[in-house]
């Protein structure tokens, strides 16, 4: 017997609460990342109205200074705490993972001066299609598209980029390259870059349509993942027949190994939101753990360095976390966190290596508090011994900590 029926583990992606022990060996545009903090600097630079995360706790998790406009709360309704990373990396990949048990002891290779010369000409043969060589180095997605779109559409050229984290990029214009067209490359380029010296953890379609001057991205992006290289907590609850969902990109960053529902892609967060919901209200979904990533934090704003906007996306989704909890039954746990930081203050556009905040939320409990500091692979830990599966390589459950 389950001591909650359903849990619901929401990722805010990049929403980092404060530099990790190990920040300064991990740099961001050559600066160390010690003096990163996410959800502190957007409080004390620009404001932080969260009163729904507020109240379950986000205000009391243990910091050095506390968060400027979060404040703590003296009762408050849920247990909150922070989680530190094992594994070598900062990336959506490598958190995930690590939230799911694994512990990631070799990182996937990066490419700062953009990708070799055996990779792009592999992939000029393939497609037939020129790369625009300009555009293959760490870029801004909407910046290479507004750089390069124009010359893609005259010449019908590739553009391929990457970014601090191990992604290749194309971007194609969807009128000028067709999706399917699009689609095919990318697999060619997954298939290319599976080990050392170019092992990437995703290939990412990035479509767009528009003007020069008005691209705007599509909802068709597709992400190729490489499977996890262990088993996580989702392929041992899938074993067990327990109903896993994933909503977002949650399929695509485990290349859908132990996923048995999929709620598909996010046009936003707040679409996102929408089918998390409309898992939770399905009659179908009696028993079983979903896992949402909310992208928007940190591709809209963590990576273009807005703090407003950053703080706004927060304040959006604080509006919207009554829903979530109204659509919750008795017994059901809801669990929020992030998987890395994403200071919109600070140097480069890169990750940042962060604590992540942990809240756990459910109609059920009778009391409340702080969990001890942990880290990220608890919860898949957590998440294990409710539904009494085995857990994946590393963390330490904290189920009897919540009452």
């Given at each position: 017997m389950s001591k909650f029926n359903r849990m619901h583990l929401v990722v805010l992606d990049s929403v980092g609460i404060g530099a990790a022990p190990d920040a300064n060996d991990f740099v961001n545009s050559g600066v160390p990342d010690g003096a990163s903090d996410t959800l502190g600097h957007i409080s004390k630079t620009v404001g932080l109205n969260v009163p729904n995360m507020a109240k379950l706790g986000l205000g009391n998790i243990p910091r050095e200074t506390p968060l400027k406009t979060v404040p703590a709360e003296s009762n408050p309704t849920g247990y909150a705490t922070k989680l530190q990373e094992v594994s070598l990396g900062k990336d959506t990949m490598t958190g995930h993972w690590e939230i799911m048990g694994l512990n990631i002891t070799e990182p996937f290779d990066t490419f700062w001066n953009g990708f070799p010369e055996e990779i792009i000409t592999k992939i000029e043969e393939f497609s037939g299609r020129k790369v625009i060589r300009e555009a293959n180095k760490p870029y801004s997605g909407t910046a290479v598209i507004e750089d390069f779109g124009p010359r893609q559409m005259e010449t019908g050229e590739l553009i391929i980029y990457t970014s601090a984290d191990p992604v290749l990029q194309i971007a194609a214009h969807e009128d000028?390259?067709?999706?399917?067209?699009?689609?095919?490359?990318?697999?060619?380029?997954?298939?290319?870059?599976?080990?050392?010296?170019?092992?990437?953890?995703?290939?990412?379609?990035?479509?767009?349509?528009?003007?020069?001057?008005?691209?705007?991205?599509?909802?068709?992006?597709?992400?190729?993942?490489?499977?996890?290289?262990?088993?996580?907590?989702?392929?041992?609850?899938?074993?067990?027949?327990?109903?896993?969902?994933?909503?977002?990109?949650?399929?695509?960053i485990?290349?859908?190994?132990?996923?048995?529902?999929?709620?598909?892609?996010?046009?936003?967060?707040?679409?996102?939101?929408?089918?998390?919901?409309?898992?939770?209200?399905?009659?179908?979904?009696?028993?079983?753990?979903?896992?949402?990533?909310?992208?928007?934090?940190?591709?809209l704003y963590g990576h273009r360095r807005d703090p407003h906007g950053y703080r706004d996306c927060l304040h959006e989704f604080d509006q919207r976390l009554p829903e979530i909890i109204a659509a919750m039954r008795e017994d059901d746990l809801l669990m929020i966190t992030a998987d890395h930081g994403n200071d919109p203050t600070y140097a480069g556009t890169d990750h940042t290596r962060e604590y992540i905040p942990f809240l756990a939320y459910s109609p059920s409990f009778k009391e409340n508090g702080l969990i001890p500091v942990g880290h990220f692979s608890d919860i898949s830990a957590t998440v294990a011994e409710n539904f009494g599966v085995d857990k994946a390589m590393i963390g330490e459950s904290f189920l009897d900590k919540l009452v």
């Amino acid at each position: 017997m389950s001591k909650f029926n359903r849990m619901h583990l929401v990722v805010l992606d990049s929403v980092g609460i404060g530099a990790a022990p190990d920040a300064n060996d991990f740099v961001n545009s050559g600066v160390p990342d010690g003096a990163s903090d996410t959800l502190g600097h957007i409080s004390k630079t620009v404001g932080l109205n969260v009163p729904n995360m507020a109240k379950l706790g986000l205000g009391n998790i243990p910091r050095e200074t506390p968060l400027k406009t979060v404040p703590a709360e003296s009762n408050p309704t849920g247990y909150a705490t922070k989680l530190q990373e094992v594994s070598l990396g900062k990336d959506t990949m490598t958190g995930h993972w690590e939230i799911m048990g694994l512990n990631i002891t070799e990182p996937f290779d990066t490419f700062w001066n953009g990708f070799p010369e055996e990779i792009i000409t592999k992939i000029e043969e393939f497609s037939g299609r020129k790369v625009i060589r300009e555009a293959n180095k760490p870029y801004s997605g909407t910046a290479v598209i507004e750089d390069f779109g124009p010359r893609q559409m005259e010449t019908g050229e590739l553009i391929i980029y990457t970014s601090a984290d191990p992604v290749l990029q194309i971007a194609a214009h969807e009128d000028i390259i067709p999706l399917d067209e699009l689609y095919r490359i990318c697999e060619y380029a997954r298939s290319i870059t599976l080990e050392r010296p170019a092992l990437l953890g995703r290939i990412i379609a990035r479509p767009y349509v528009g003007e020069p001057g008005n691209f705007t991205r599509t909802s068709n992006r597709r992400d190729l993942a490489v499977s996890p290289f262990a088993p996580t907590v989702l392929d041992k609850l899938n074993e067990a027949g327990i109903d896993t969902y994933a909503v977002g990109k949650i399929n695509d960053i485990f290349n859908g190994a132990g996923i048995n529902h999929d709620m598909g892609h996010n046009k936003s967060n707040s679409h996102g939101i929408d089918n998390l919901i409309k898992a939770m209200t399905s009659e179908d979904f009696k028993h079983g753990f979903s896992f949402t990533n909310l992208v928007d934090f940190d591709a809209l704003y963590g990576h273009r360095r807005d703090p407003h906007g950053y703080r706004d996306c927060l304040h959006e989704f604080d509006q919207r976390l009554p829903e979530i909890i109204a659509a919750m039954r008795e017994d059901d746990l809801l669990m929020i966190t992030a998987d890395h930081g994403n200071d919109p203050t600070y140097a480069g556009t890169d990750h940042t290596r962060e604590y992540i905040p942990f809240l756990a939320y459910s109609p059920s409990f009778k009391e409340n508090g702080l969990i001890p500091v942990g880290h990220f692979s608890d919860i898949s830990a957590t998440v294990a011994e409710n539904f009494g599966v085995d857990k994946a390589m590393i963390g330490e459950s904290f189920l009897d900590k919540l009452v």
